[in-house]
């Protein structure tokens, strides 16, 4: 009997001990953890557009906040509001201050991941001449975030880094955009001498004048080549006229066709169905936002409630999965219209399909996936559709 009294009065110790530890271990005050997701939410919905990510530790009566956030606002409003306890500040504002804060891509086609590593997903990609905000640097590897805000990963040698009078001294430089489809560069002005680079229509490079029937241009490595006159445009003359042309964004659809799909594609050379979509507007100086379940959120609504009668050409169709009781809407696919029932878009190739189900061309899958339409030539602009010459980045 004492030695059952003995075990009990050793197991009720033990409980009040559990009891001890438990209490003793730190808890975040949920209006703090309230505060940090409405912050997150306000500023930084989508973590491919915005960087914001926080960690709260508890240190004595305070609350120590680390993380890095690319959004001066952001930060501003961390801290802005008022606690019956203090904050400690070690969140770090993006870019960094002891690194050059702008760059350009140097590659004909730069591979853009969503992680520091080889093996990562190919998110996106960008052509030669664009011009980045580079956020950190990380063992060999650049977060950047391109001009539609997306934010990914690539080696730092695929960047020519800059300063802020090195990046004004390029926007107010001449350049060139590139027209053809693909452009090789040499290195003399004469059509056979040795190649320097081979590259695709979008890409943006400094001009140094005419040879001959040559522009002599400078590469983003800052390597000297030549082009034919004929395979560009002066950048400023292309981006002032900047505009939904709906006949050159067919045309340039159709010579597309056949190109083969790439997951994360967004050059010529392979495209996914949102790359494909921002390779035909970026041909006319527009830049919309990267992935389809962002551009859907952008642009003027078109109603489908007659089918396909109010679609017109340049129109971007969206598809994926319905709303259900349990799940969310997911959009995954965009198409460009052609007017009608008819469009183009990028699935195993660049290809034409129909929503009539009298065309041969048509798709029932795709039918039974449509989600949305919207236009963009009204919304010019406006979030998610911005015209280069409106940009900062490059103006």
């Known amino acids: 009997m004492t030695k059952q009294k003995n075990f009990s009065f050793l197991l ?85 201050t002891d690194q050059k804060p702008w760059g350009l891509t140097i590659l004909p086609v730069s591979n853009l991941r969503s992680k520091p590593a080889y093996s990562a997903e190919l998110v996106t990609q960008a052509l030669a001449g664009t011009p980045v905000m580079v956020l950190k640097k990380e063992d060999g590897w650049l977060l950047i975030q391109t001009p539609d805000n997306y934010i990914s990963w690539v080696l730092s040698g695929s960047v020519n880094q800059m300063d802020d009078q090195q990046m004004s001294q390029w926007k107010a430089s001449d350049r060139l955009m590139l027209t053809a489809d693909q452009t090789y560069v040499l290195s003399e002005a004469k059509s056979e001498a040795p190649r320097i680079s081979t590259l695709y229509k979008g890409s943006l490079l400094v001009n140094r004048g005419t040879k001959g029937n040559f522009f002599e241009v400078e590469l983003p490595s800052k390597q000297v080549g030549y082009l034919p006159q004929t395979a560009a445009i002066d950048y400023r003359e292309w981006s002032l006229n900047s ?21 994360g594609g967004t050059s010529p050379v392979g495209m996914d169905c949102s790359g494909f979509i921002k390779t035909l507007y970026w041909s006319q100086g527009i830049i919309l936002a990267r992935d389809a379940s962002l551009q ?100």
Do not use: M
Not at 74 to 80: E, P, Q, R, T, V
Not at 245 to 260: C, D, H, I, K, M
Not at 312 to 336: C, I, P
């Open 243 to 263: 505009s939904v042309n709906t006949n050159l964004l067919q045309e340039l659809a159709f010579q597309l066709l056949g190109r083969s799909y790439l997951w």
């Open 12 to 96: 009720l110790l033990l409980f009040i001990s559990l009891i001890g530890c438990q209490n003793s271990a730190p808890t975040i005050p949920s209006e703090l953890v309230e505060h940090v997701n409405t912050i997150q939410q306000t500023y930084a919905p989508d973590k491919r557009e915005a960087l914001f990510q926080i960690a709260i530790e508890q240190q004595g009566k305070s609350f120590l906040l680390t993380g890095a956030t690319n959004l001066k606002e952001a930060h501003k409003a961390l801290f802005a509001k008022e606690f019956s306890f203090s904050l400690i500040d070690q969140v770090a504002v993006l870019p960094s």
């Open 296 to 395: 859907v959120r952008h642009g003027e609504a078109v109603s489908l409630e007659n089918g396909f009668q109010n679609l017109q050409e340049g129109d971007l169709l969206y598809f994926g999965r319905k709303a259900t009781e349990s799940s969310a809407e997911r959009v995954t696919h965009v198409a460009f219209s052609l007017g009608g029932a008819n469009y183009v878009h990028a699935s195993g190739t660049i290809k034409i399909n129909s929503l009539d189900p009298a065309s041969e061309r048509y798709s029932e899958y795709r039918k039974s996936s449509l989600l949305h339409a919207r236009r963009i030539k009204s919304q010019l602009n406006t979030p998610g559709i911005q015209t280069a010459k409106q940009h900062p980045w490059y103006n």
